[in-house]
């Protein structure tokens, strides 16, 4: 069995371009948390110490990321409420997602530190992102692009509608 590689050079641009976490204030989910308009901001549920956001650059539509609202890095950092709604948080965003998308499966999981593939290692998230049969295909590696069947947009308000109400 060959081991293949699938490439999204556009990430490294989008990180470098975005102060991703420069370490002086420069952090980009800090900057999406304290944006005035929640809306333009993907931000799908904000509680006491988590939040669920939409990933502007989604590998499929309905791709959220949940975080802590503390920026912190690492996972073991987390007070113990923070962890509890962290992952409280995350299997609600499971559910949203699952009933927004009704995919065949969800990828679920966090990459910690830049040596495990984080883009913003600076700022702990946990991505939640929808799979079905078949959903991969030569584009993010031929052409350099992504195949989004829907407008952002139009994905916020499928997860907005299908957040259970609490």
Same mark, same amino acid.
């Given at each position: 069995?060959?081991? *293949?590689?699938? =490439?999204? @050079?556009?990430?490294?641009?989008?990180?470098?371009? +975005?102060?991703?976490?420069?370490?002086?204030? @420069?952090?980009?989910?800090?900057?999406?948390?304290?944006?005035?308009?929640?809306?333009?901001?993907? #931000? #799908?549920?904000? @509680?006491?110490? +988590?939040?669920?956001?939409?990933?502007?650059?989604?590998?499929? /539509?309905?791709?959220?990321?949940?975080?802590?609202?503390?920026?912190?890095?690492?996972? *073991?950092?987390?007070?113990?409420?923070?962890?509890?709604?962290? =992952? /409280?948080?995350?299997?609600?965003?499971?559910?949203?997602?699952?009933?927004?998308?009704?995919?065949?499966?969800?990828?679920?999981?966090?990459?910690?530190?830049?040596?495990?593939?984080?883009?913003?290692?600076?700022?702990?998230?946990?991505? #939640?992102?929808?799979?079905?049969?078949?959903?991969?295909?030569?584009?993010?590696?031929?052409?350099?692009?992504? #195949?989004?069947? *829907?407008?952002?947009?139009?994905?916020?308000?499928?997860?907005?509608?299908?957040?259970?109400?609490?």
């Amino acid at each position: 069995m060959t081991l *293949e590689r699938l =490439w999204a @050079g556009w990430r490294s641009q989008y990180i470098a371009s +975005s102060g991703a976490d420069s370490g002086d204030g @420069g952090c980009v989910l800090c900057r999406v948390l304290a944006a005035a308009d929640e809306r333009e901001a993907l #931000v #799908v549920w904000r @509680g006491t110490h +988590s939040v669920v956001i939409m990933n502007a650059y989604p590998y499929t /539509s309905g791709h959220v990321m949940a975080l802590p609202l503390r920026h912190v890095a690492e996972l *073991e950092d987390l007070e113990p409420d923070e962890t509890a709604e962290l =992952w /409280s948080t995350t299997t609600t965003a499971i559910s949203a997602v699952k009933a927004a998308y009704d995919p065949g499966g969800i990828n679920m999981g966090a990459n910690l530190g830049r040596a495990a593939g984080a883009g913003v290692p600076g700022h702990l998230h946990v991505h #939640v992102v929808p799979r079905w049969a078949g959903d991969t295909n030569f584009l993010t590696t031929v052409a350099e692009a992504r #195949v989004l069947p *829907e407008p952002l947009s139009e994905s916020y308000d499928k997860l907005q509608a299908a957040w259970p109400v609490s």
